[in-house]
């Protein structure tokens, strides 16, 4: 019997991970068994209960495109109350590009009618039109929350559409090069109470595993109601993967 377990929920893996993001929950994983964590994952779907929903520790949702966000909202709106419930109590989130748009308060999509939100995140997303680029490419910013302070991470971003923050919602990080929520405020992603929005694929943990240790802590503190120490595991591969995409971006890290 270990000393600590987590349960990563993951939503909707086989319609909202066309990036890649799959990536980013076995990161978690593999990052807590190197500390003799358990875990568990949980494939949240339309036939997962509330009941199996509220045994979550790390709440994580990947990207995916207009079509598959139109299928997966008739029923990501019947688990409101209880992704609500989650992020209400603190558990540590990461939802990315696709994901996060649909936590917000609407998305227009690039062809279609608007997609109404869970409006958990205070955020609107709207593609712009046929006539405006994709924003694709690869990004680096500046984490901007407590616990992260300047720790620079980097991705890839793949969106039509384009994210704007209300005044309850804060950035996740600043943009040093690439796009982010917009192109234009420099913002990147959201963050409320320990649930992060981002529009960095990569996907984003392995070559940003700080952020992973992050939610990973964070479960860890909500679940046991105390601070657990995580030993540092060998990131040798993960720097070198940052500094090798933040020197393609011209930042020397
Ligand atoms: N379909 C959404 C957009 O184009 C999200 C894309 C994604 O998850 N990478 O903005």
Redesign the pocket.
Known sequence: MKDYSLKIGWLYPDLMS??GDRGNVIVLQKRCEWRDIEVKILKIDEHTNDQDMKTIDILFGG????RE?KIVIENLNKKKQILHDLIEKNVPSLFV??SP?LFGKYYEPEEGKRIEGLGIFDMISK?PGINHPRLIGNVIARAQIHGLEDITIVGFE????RTYLGSNARPFAKIIKGNGNNGEDSSEGVIYKNAIGSYF?GPLLPKNPEIADWLISKALDVKYKKSVTLKDPDDTLSRTAKSTIAKRLGIKL
């Open positions: 066309t990036y990207g995916a495109q207009d966000q590009c696709g748009q593609h793949n969106h039509g559409g694929h």
